[in-house]
């Protein structure tokens, strides 16, 4: 095949994949009242079983990524996205929220592997010239993977069932097996060894702190099994932190958080993701638990919001390479936090669609201006060789946001509020919303701290050989 040939296909086979991938994080959010109501299932399993994918995506990230530079890219992305397809059945058949709840975790297992590696092989194909546009389209992608899951889910689960949703994934995945192996080029990365006990010590202590933030309002937050979850997490990830600081192959090297384009692109990453997911978390159901729209009817109506990176992204991705990250993830965090806190201001039992729509908007053009620059902003920040790792972190921190943002707004939201009727759904959704806008716009003041272009420019000149450490 020509270059230009591999290229092409490299791009549509990783862009399947990432799509597949990330449209999983959302995809359930139209099922869950369907599921609830199905298997039986508490307000603490329908956070499981969309924590359980996003909390074993998130920390097996960065050894997705390691397992790639070791044992070549393209063969762990055949195995992921093996893994994906098989646990994507499993969860289909599940009998029970208990077997549904395992197989998502799998199915996080599998998009940990791919999701890092879609990215590596992606920028390994592109020649430089085209990078920006690339990456930002991927980002664009990965985005959009995100925002249509209600959409799409909503469709699946009116049209046929909430196991379709996990069902889909199946073809896609048995045709993208063999045309990655036969169409991706093989390559490896600079490191050899694995970091087990830094995947130990930041399993244990992240899955302590999110245990404690969905089982708080169930058994009390002053208990003594709240505290020491919470308490023994905290202590594992600072042990992580000393661990990766001190060995020679760590899978998260601290010194990337020196570099304050990393520092701030990721914090405002966190940020992003925790108030987005926590807050779709919550509208879905609303739409269909309060004002009884069907899941179809539900995810039409949020497509004001999910369609904007379509239309956004890749103009974004594109203005990216000339104006540089910061404005565009300053911007998009911004209006992103205004459409959720304009939500929060209006959200009623009888609150009328059309009025819905404007915040719809602004968040949806919010969302496509952060996710096209970010992947290109975070890569350019280490060098060249380092990309997988750096990959791998952005990835998983921000899934860990959104992690946390379902955990804490859907424990905020069961401390005011509760399913018994509108009115009590609206008392907890509202203060959840408003936390949500909160804290996006926290992270919109942290993607102010990225440096400016031109600043950047500057410092690459006067330093090339620290070119991929400056850059932005």
Do not use: C, H
């Not at 993977?145 to 046929?160: D, H, M, R, T």
């Not at 390559?187 to 995947?199: F, H, K, N, T, V």
């Not at 969302?367 to 972190?393: C, D, I, Q, Y």
């Amino acid at each position: 095949m020509s270059a230009r040939t591999t290229t092409i296909w490299t791009f549509v086979i990783t862009s399947i994949a990432l799509f597949m991938v990330t449209l999983d994080n959302l995809v359930v959010t139209m099922a869950l009242p369907s599921i609830r109501l199905d298997l039986g299932a508490s307000i603490e399993d329908l956070e499981w079983t969309v924590n359980a994918y996003t909390l074993t995506f998130a920390v097996l990230l960065l050894t997705g990524a390691a397992l790639g530079d070791r044992f070549g890219r393209r063969r762990l992305f055949v195995i992921g996205l093996g893994i994906f397809t098989l646990a994507s059945a499993a969860a289909a058949l599940a009998p029970n929220v208990e077997t549904l709840i395992a197989a998502r975790a799998v199915q996080g297992l599998g998009g940990a592997i791919v999701t890092p590696l879609t990215l590596t092989i992606l920028s390994a194909a592109v020649p430089p010239a085209k990078r920006g546009l690339a990456l930002g389209a991927w980002g664009g992608i990965g985005g959009l993977g995100v925002a249509l899951g209600p959409v799409i889910g909503g469709a699946v689960v009116e049209g046929l069932s909430w196991q379709w949703i996990f069902w889909l994934n199946v073809p896609i995945g048995l045709v993208l097996v063999p045309l990655a192996w036969n169409r991706l080029k093989e390559s490896y990365g600079p490191d050899s060894r694995l970091d087990l006990p830094g995947l130990g010590l930041a399993s244990i202590g992240l899955f302590g702190i999110v245990l404690g933030l969905v089982r708080g309002n169930a058994v009390g937050w002053g208990s003594f099994e709240i505290l020491g979850s919470i308490t023994l997490g905290l202590a594992f990830l600072a042990a992580f932190v000393l661990w990766e600081l001190r060995t020679e192959s760590p899978m998260l090297p601290m010194r990337f958080f020196r570099n304050r384009t990393f520092a701030a692109t990721n914090v405002a990453s966190l940020f992003m993701f925790f108030g987005m997911f926590g807050s779709i978390f919550l509208l879905a159901q609303f739409l269909q638990t309060v004002q009884g729209y069907s899941p179809l009817d539900a995810g039409i109506r949020t497509l004001p919001w999910t369609a904007m990176p379509i239309f956004i992204a890749p103009l974004a991705g594109a203005l990216s390479d000339r104006i540089g990250g910061r404005p565009l993830m300053a911007t998009g965090l911004g209006m992103q936090a205004v459409g959720l806190a304009w939500l929060a201001s209006i959200t009623s039992p009888t609150v009328a669609y059309s009025s819905l729509v404007p915040a719809f908007v602004i968040s949806g053009i919010g969302m496509a201006l952060f996710f096209a620059p970010v992947a290109n902003v975070v890569l350019s920040s280490v060098r060249r060789e380092e990309e997988g790792k750096a990959s791998g972190a952005n990835n998983a921190i921000r899934e860990l946001g959104g992690v946390f943002g379902v955990a804490v707004l859907a424990s905020i939201f069961s401390q005011y509020g509760g399913y018994e009727s509108p009115a009590t759904y609206v008392d907890g959704l509202t203060p959840a919303l408003w936390v949500g806008a909160a804290i996006v716009g926290a992270g919109a003041i942290a993607a102010l701290f990225v440096p400016r272009k031109k600043r950047e420019a500057e410092a690459v000149a006067a330093e090339p050989e620290l070119a991929f450490e400056q850059a932005a």
